[in-house]
Protein backbone atom coordinates (compact mmCIF):
# COMPACT_ATOMS: atom_id res chain seq x y z
CA UNK A 1 0.00 0.00 0.00
CA UNK A 2 1.26 3.41 -0.73
CA UNK A 3 -0.13 7.09 -0.18
CA UNK A 4 0.51 8.73 -3.17
CA UNK A 5 0.08 12.09 -1.69
CA UNK A 6 -0.94 14.17 1.27
CA UNK A 7 -2.74 17.23 0.60
CA UNK A 8 -3.39 20.28 4.18
CA UNK A 9 -6.90 20.90 3.56
CA UNK A 10 -8.27 24.38 3.94
CA UNK A 11 -11.82 23.93 2.90
CA UNK A 12 -14.34 21.31 2.91
CA UNK A 13 -18.26 21.13 1.33
CA UNK A 14 -20.35 18.31 1.67
CA UNK A 15 -23.54 16.33 1.30
CA UNK A 16 -25.33 13.71 2.43
CA UNK A 17 -26.17 11.48 -0.21
CA UNK A 18 -29.54 10.42 -0.74
CA UNK A 19 -28.79 7.16 -1.81
CA UNK A 20 -25.22 5.74 -0.25
CA UNK A 21 -22.21 5.53 -2.69
CA UNK A 22 -24.15 8.35 -5.38
CA UNK A 23 -22.10 11.42 -5.12
CA UNK A 24 -24.43 14.42 -4.67
CA UNK A 25 -24.16 17.89 -5.61
CA UNK A 26 -22.38 20.10 -1.86
CA UNK A 27 -24.91 21.88 -0.33
CA UNK A 28 -23.45 23.05 2.86
CA UNK A 29 -19.29 24.64 4.26
CA UNK A 30 -17.76 23.11 6.38
CA UNK A 31 -15.85 25.35 8.29
CA UNK A 32 -12.70 22.98 9.22
CA UNK A 33 -9.47 24.08 11.54
CA UNK A 34 -7.47 21.45 9.25
CA UNK A 35 -7.50 18.48 8.06
CA UNK A 36 -5.32 16.01 5.15
CA UNK A 37 -6.21 14.32 2.53
CA UNK A 38 -4.48 11.37 1.47
CA UNK A 39 -5.31 9.15 -1.57
CA UNK A 40 -4.24 5.71 -1.41
CA UNK A 41 -3.14 3.27 -4.50
CA UNK A 42 -2.06 -0.33 -4.56
CA UNK A 43 0.12 -0.73 -7.28
CA UNK A 44 1.71 -3.64 -8.33
CA UNK A 45 5.39 -3.60 -10.08
CA UNK A 46 6.39 -6.61 -12.95
CA UNK A 47 10.05 -7.17 -12.22
CA UNK A 48 11.28 -8.64 -14.83
CA UNK A 49 14.76 -10.64 -15.33
CA UNK A 50 16.01 -9.30 -18.99
CA UNK A 51 19.73 -9.72 -18.71
CA UNK A 52 20.41 -6.48 -16.79
CA UNK A 53 20.92 -4.57 -13.76
CA UNK A 54 18.10 -2.53 -13.87
CA UNK A 55 15.03 -3.59 -12.02
CA UNK A 56 12.15 -1.53 -13.43
CA UNK A 57 11.37 -1.91 -17.03
CA UNK A 58 7.47 -1.45 -17.17
CA UNK A 59 4.95 0.95 -15.39
CA UNK A 60 3.39 0.10 -12.53
CA UNK A 61 -0.42 -1.01 -12.61
CA UNK A 62 -2.72 0.33 -10.73
CA UNK A 63 -4.77 -2.44 -8.58
CA UNK A 64 -6.69 -0.20 -5.99
CA UNK A 65 -7.75 2.96 -4.97
CA UNK A 66 -9.35 4.72 -2.12
CA UNK A 67 -9.53 7.97 0.00
CA UNK A 68 -8.85 9.00 3.83
CA UNK A 69 -9.39 12.64 5.37
CA UNK A 70 -7.21 12.47 8.74
CA UNK A 71 -7.27 14.67 11.41
CA UNK A 72 -10.61 16.34 10.31
CA UNK A 73 -10.65 19.05 12.79
CA UNK A 74 -13.96 21.40 13.31
CA UNK A 75 -15.14 23.99 16.23
CA UNK A 76 -18.13 22.42 17.21
CA UNK A 77 -21.49 23.98 17.28
CA UNK A 78 -25.23 23.11 18.47
CA UNK A 79 -26.05 23.03 14.85
CA UNK A 80 -23.41 21.09 13.17
CA UNK A 81 -22.88 18.21 15.58
CA UNK A 82 -25.82 15.96 14.88
CA UNK A 83 -24.67 16.09 11.49
CA UNK A 84 -21.54 14.82 12.08
CA UNK A 85 -22.98 12.25 14.44
CA UNK A 86 -25.60 11.08 11.96
CA UNK A 87 -22.29 10.12 9.80
CA UNK A 88 -20.59 8.39 13.03
CA UNK A 89 -23.17 7.91 15.90
CA UNK A 90 -26.32 6.76 14.67
CA UNK A 91 -27.88 8.09 10.95
CA UNK A 92 -31.19 8.97 10.03
CA UNK A 93 -34.03 10.16 11.93
CA UNK A 94 -35.47 13.23 13.03
CA UNK A 95 -35.16 15.29 16.40
CA UNK A 96 -38.00 15.42 18.62
CA UNK A 97 -39.80 19.01 20.11
CA UNK A 98 -40.04 19.02 23.52
CA UNK A 99 -40.88 22.69 23.19
CA UNK A 100 -41.93 24.93 20.36
CA UNK A 101 -38.44 26.16 18.84
CA UNK A 102 -36.06 23.33 20.63
CA UNK A 103 -35.11 20.16 18.36
CA UNK A 104 -33.89 17.65 20.22
CA UNK A 105 -31.29 15.23 18.65
CA UNK A 106 -30.80 11.57 20.50
CA UNK A 107 -28.19 9.56 19.42
CA UNK A 108 -28.20 5.77 20.42
CA UNK A 109 -26.09 2.72 18.86
CA UNK A 110 -27.89 0.81 16.44
CA UNK A 111 -26.38 -2.93 17.28
CA UNK A 112 -28.63 -4.80 14.62
CA UNK A 113 -27.66 -2.66 11.09
CA UNK A 114 -25.14 -0.42 9.91
CA UNK A 115 -27.79 3.22 9.65
CA UNK A 116 -24.87 5.61 9.06
CA UNK A 117 -25.31 8.10 6.40
CA UNK A 118 -22.77 8.73 4.33
CA UNK A 119 -21.97 12.01 2.18
CA UNK A 120 -20.15 13.46 -1.15
CA UNK A 121 -17.00 15.86 0.16
CA UNK A 122 -15.19 18.46 -1.95
CA UNK A 123 -11.84 18.82 -0.03
CA UNK A 124 -9.08 20.93 -0.78
CA UNK A 125 -6.34 23.93 -0.83
CA UNK A 126 -5.83 27.35 -3.13
CA UNK A 127 -3.92 25.06 -5.58
CA UNK A 128 -7.11 22.60 -6.21
CA UNK A 129 -10.46 20.74 -4.86
CA UNK A 130 -11.00 16.94 -5.25
CA UNK A 131 -14.63 14.99 -4.55
CA UNK A 132 -14.83 11.89 -2.16
CA UNK A 133 -18.11 10.31 -2.73
CA UNK A 134 -19.22 7.58 -0.23
CA UNK A 135 -17.23 9.56 2.56
CA UNK A 136 -18.06 7.36 6.14
CA UNK A 137 -16.64 8.56 9.28
CA UNK A 138 -14.53 6.24 10.65
CA UNK A 139 -13.58 7.59 13.82
CA UNK A 140 -15.13 10.88 15.44
CA UNK A 141 -13.88 12.31 19.31
CA UNK A 142 -15.57 14.55 21.12
CA UNK A 143 -13.99 16.26 23.88
CA UNK A 144 -13.24 19.66 26.40
CA UNK A 145 -11.07 20.64 28.91
CA UNK A 146 -11.59 23.03 32.18
CA UNK A 147 -11.57 26.87 31.20
CA UNK A 148 -10.89 25.49 27.44
CA UNK A 149 -12.46 25.18 23.94
CA UNK A 150 -14.99 21.92 23.02
CA UNK A 151 -12.89 19.91 20.09
CA UNK A 152 -14.22 17.75 17.35
CA UNK A 153 -11.69 15.55 15.39
CA UNK A 154 -13.24 12.70 12.50
CA UNK A 155 -11.04 10.51 10.19
CA UNK A 156 -12.96 9.75 6.84
CA UNK A 157 -12.89 7.36 4.75
CA UNK A 158 -14.26 7.77 1.09
CA UNK A 159 -14.16 5.80 -2.33
CA UNK A 160 -12.02 7.65 -4.10
CA UNK A 161 -10.65 11.44 -4.60
CA UNK A 162 -10.72 13.09 -7.85
CA UNK A 163 -10.16 16.69 -9.17
CA UNK A 164 -13.57 18.56 -9.03
CA UNK A 165 -14.41 22.29 -8.86
CA UNK A 166 -15.00 24.00 -5.51
CA UNK A 167 -18.74 24.32 -5.58
CA UNK A 168 -21.14 27.21 -5.29
CA UNK A 169 -22.47 26.01 -2.17
CA UNK A 170 -21.84 29.19 0.13
CA UNK A 171 -24.70 28.22 3.69
CA UNK A 172 -23.18 27.54 6.62
CA UNK A 173 -24.77 26.09 9.49
CA UNK A 174 -22.67 27.27 12.63
CA UNK A 175 -24.15 29.94 14.82
CA UNK A 176 -23.97 28.51 18.40
CA UNK A 177 -20.91 27.50 19.48
CA UNK A 178 -20.15 24.96 21.83
CA UNK A 179 -17.87 26.26 24.71
CA UNK A 180 -16.56 23.66 27.03
CA UNK A 181 -15.68 25.65 29.63
CA UNK A 182 -19.26 25.61 30.55
CA UNK A 183 -18.75 21.42 31.14
CA UNK A 184 -20.47 19.77 34.06
CA UNK A 185 -19.27 16.04 34.88
CA UNK A 186 -21.05 13.31 36.54
CA UNK A 187 -19.96 9.75 37.54
CA UNK A 188 -22.66 7.39 39.33
CA UNK A 189 -22.99 3.84 39.92
CA UNK A 190 -26.94 3.81 39.39
CA UNK A 191 -28.66 6.56 38.56
CA UNK A 192 -26.58 8.67 35.81
CA UNK A 193 -26.25 12.56 36.63
CA UNK A 194 -27.16 12.12 40.29
CA UNK A 195 -23.24 12.65 41.09
CA UNK A 196 -21.24 15.92 40.12
CA UNK A 197 -17.86 15.69 40.47
CA UNK A 198 -15.83 18.33 40.19
CA UNK A 199 -12.19 16.70 39.89
CA UNK A 200 -12.47 16.19 35.75
CA UNK A 201 -9.63 18.49 34.35
CA UNK A 202 -10.15 17.36 30.80
CA UNK A 203 -12.71 14.56 28.96
CA UNK A 204 -12.83 12.87 25.80
CA UNK A 205 -15.40 10.52 24.11
CA UNK A 206 -14.12 8.40 21.33
CA UNK A 207 -16.12 6.45 18.74
CA UNK A 208 -14.08 3.78 16.21
CA UNK A 209 -16.31 2.25 13.74
CA UNK A 210 -13.98 0.09 11.93
CA UNK A 211 -14.63 0.35 8.71
CA UNK A 212 -13.07 -0.55 5.61
CA UNK A 213 -13.37 -0.70 1.78
CA UNK A 214 -14.78 -3.36 0.39
CA UNK A 215 -13.51 -4.45 -3.56
CA UNK A 216 -15.50 -6.16 -5.85
CA UNK A 217 -14.94 -7.74 -9.45
CA UNK A 218 -16.89 -5.09 -11.15
CA UNK A 219 -14.53 -3.20 -13.68
CA UNK A 220 -13.73 -0.64 -11.15
CA UNK A 221 -10.43 0.10 -8.78
CA UNK A 222 -12.27 1.82 -6.33
CA UNK A 223 -14.33 -0.07 -3.45
CA UNK A 224 -18.03 -0.48 -4.27
CA UNK A 225 -19.01 -0.88 -0.82
CA UNK A 226 -17.53 -0.77 2.64
CA UNK A 227 -18.44 -2.83 5.57
CA UNK A 228 -17.36 -3.00 9.33
CA UNK A 229 -14.42 -4.88 9.95
CA UNK A 230 -14.90 -5.22 13.83
CA UNK A 231 -17.40 -4.85 16.43
CA UNK A 232 -17.23 -0.69 17.28
CA UNK A 233 -16.88 0.46 20.75
CA UNK A 234 -16.42 3.96 22.84
CA UNK A 235 -14.08 5.01 24.71
CA UNK A 236 -13.75 7.95 27.03
CA UNK A 237 -10.25 9.10 28.67
CA UNK A 238 -10.49 11.72 31.67
CA UNK A 239 -8.19 13.30 33.59
CA UNK A 240 -9.20 13.54 37.37
CA UNK A 241 -7.35 15.29 39.80
CA UNK A 242 -6.56 12.92 42.53
CA UNK A 243 -8.39 14.41 45.63
CA UNK A 244 -10.16 10.95 46.50
CA UNK A 245 -9.52 6.94 46.12
CA UNK A 246 -12.74 6.86 44.50
CA UNK A 247 -11.93 6.62 40.69
CA UNK A 248 -8.86 4.33 41.84
CA UNK A 249 -10.82 2.17 43.69
CA UNK A 250 -13.32 1.64 40.59
CA UNK A 251 -10.63 0.66 38.69
CA UNK A 252 -8.89 -1.45 40.87
CA UNK A 253 -12.49 -3.63 41.24
CA UNK A 254 -13.85 -3.11 37.97
CA UNK A 255 -17.53 -1.41 38.87
CA UNK A 256 -19.36 -0.51 36.21
CA UNK A 257 -19.15 3.41 35.79
CA UNK A 258 -21.56 5.77 34.76
CA UNK A 259 -20.32 8.71 32.83
CA UNK A 260 -22.48 12.12 32.04
CA UNK A 261 -20.81 15.00 30.83
CA UNK A 262 -23.19 18.03 29.69
CA UNK A 263 -22.16 21.81 28.15
CA UNK A 264 -25.63 24.10 28.02
CA UNK A 265 -25.63 26.66 25.73
CA UNK A 266 -27.83 29.84 25.26
CA UNK A 267 -31.59 30.07 24.48
CA UNK A 268 -33.17 29.36 21.91
CA UNK A 269 -34.82 32.04 19.73
CA UNK A 270 -38.51 31.84 19.42
CA UNK A 271 -39.53 29.28 21.89
CA UNK A 272 -38.82 27.93 25.57
CA UNK A 273 -35.66 25.94 26.02
CA UNK A 274 -31.49 25.77 26.00
CA UNK A 275 -29.11 24.85 23.48
CA UNK A 276 -27.13 22.17 25.17
CA UNK A 277 -25.22 18.76 24.52
CA UNK A 278 -25.61 15.35 26.72
CA UNK A 279 -23.02 12.36 26.16
CA UNK A 280 -23.08 9.39 28.48
CA UNK A 281 -21.12 6.28 28.87
CA UNK A 282 -21.54 3.58 30.73
CA UNK A 283 -18.59 1.19 31.46
CA UNK A 284 -15.22 -0.32 33.15
CA UNK A 285 -12.25 1.93 33.67
CA UNK A 286 -9.10 -0.48 31.99
CA UNK A 287 -6.54 1.96 32.93
CA UNK A 288 -6.39 4.24 35.53
CA UNK A 289 -2.22 5.77 35.85
CA UNK A 290 -0.89 8.57 37.93
CA UNK A 291 0.36 11.49 36.66
CA UNK A 292 1.03 15.49 37.56
CA UNK A 293 0.11 18.40 36.11
CA UNK A 294 1.18 21.94 36.97
CA UNK A 295 2.43 20.09 40.31
CA UNK A 296 -1.35 18.84 40.60
CA UNK A 297 -1.70 15.25 41.31
CA UNK A 298 -3.56 13.35 38.69
CA UNK A 299 -5.09 10.25 37.64
CA UNK A 300 -6.21 9.14 33.79
CA UNK A 301 -9.29 7.29 33.38
CA UNK A 302 -9.57 5.27 30.36
CA UNK A 303 -12.20 2.18 29.68
CA UNK A 304 -13.94 0.98 26.69
CA UNK A 305 -18.38 1.37 26.78
CA UNK A 306 -20.11 -1.63 28.05
CA UNK A 307 -24.20 -1.84 27.90
CA UNK A 308 -25.61 -0.88 30.95
CA UNK A 309 -29.53 -2.71 30.99
CA UNK A 310 -30.86 -0.32 33.73
CA UNK A 311 -30.30 2.85 31.41
CA UNK A 312 -31.98 1.26 28.02
CA UNK A 313 -29.85 -1.32 26.99
CA UNK A 314 -26.96 0.60 25.23
CA UNK A 315 -23.25 1.57 26.36
CA UNK A 316 -23.53 5.01 25.13
CA UNK A 317 -25.81 7.55 24.22
CA UNK A 318 -25.33 11.30 22.97
CA UNK A 319 -28.48 14.13 23.00
CA UNK A 320 -28.05 17.59 21.55
CA UNK A 321 -30.46 20.48 22.04
CA UNK A 322 -30.28 23.01 19.22
CA UNK A 323 -32.90 24.61 16.60
CA UNK A 324 -32.57 22.97 13.18
CA UNK A 325 -35.07 20.32 12.13
CA UNK A 326 -33.39 18.40 9.82
CA UNK A 327 -29.89 17.80 8.17
CA UNK A 328 -30.27 19.44 5.03
Avoid: C
Avoid at 47 to 74: D, M, Y
Avoid at 156 to 168: D, F, N, R, V, Y
Avoid at 266 to 288: H, R
Avoid at 313 to 323: F, L, M, P, R, Y
Wanted: a negative charge.
Amino acid sequence: MAITGTIPLSGAKGIIEASRGTPGTVTRVLPILGGDLNEHRETYRPVEHRFSLIKNWRKPIVQKVWAEISGFEVAPTFQTLPWYLAHAAQGGGTPGTPFTALKRWQFRPTSGSDDLVTSTLIVGDSTGNFQVPFAHINSLEFGWQVGGQATLTMDWIGQQATPAGQGTATTVYDADDINGALARAYIDTSTIGSTSVATVQDYKFRIENNIVPFFAPDGNLYPSDFYRSESRTATVEATLAFTSTTEYNAFRDATHRKFRTVIPGGTISGGTGLFGVTVDWFGEWDEAPFGSTDGLRTIKVKGESRVSTADGTVDWAITVDNDQASHA
